[in-house]
């Protein structure tokens, strides 16, 4: 299953706690800020990204779970 959402962290804690929630997730999961793509399972990749802004999740997964998940960090 392919799907897009609109995430925005709002501080360092929700950043560690997705990293913590994502890493063990099956599937490809990008994060968009503008033309920069990043791994959404890297860490500092994340903090490469301007995370003042809403980011992009592009996510592909056999995992219903995650999108659960996901809607935390959701807009």
């Not at 997730?25 to 990008?30: H, N, Q």
């Not at 301007?50 to 996901?70: E, G, I, K, R």
Request: charged residues 30%; glycine residues 4%.
């Amino acid at each position: 299953m392919r799907k897009s959402m609109s995430i925005q962290f709002k501080d360092y804690d929700m950043v560690e706690r997705f990293s913590k929630d994502i890493a063990n997730m099956k599937g490809e999961f990008d994060l968009i800020s503008g033309r920069k793509v990043v791994d959404a399972k890297s860490f500092l990749g994340i903090f490469s990204l301007d995370l003042s802004a809403p980011l992009t999740l592009n996510a592909v997964t056999d995992d219903a779970q995650a999108f659960t998940v996901f809607e935390r960090y959701a807009l």
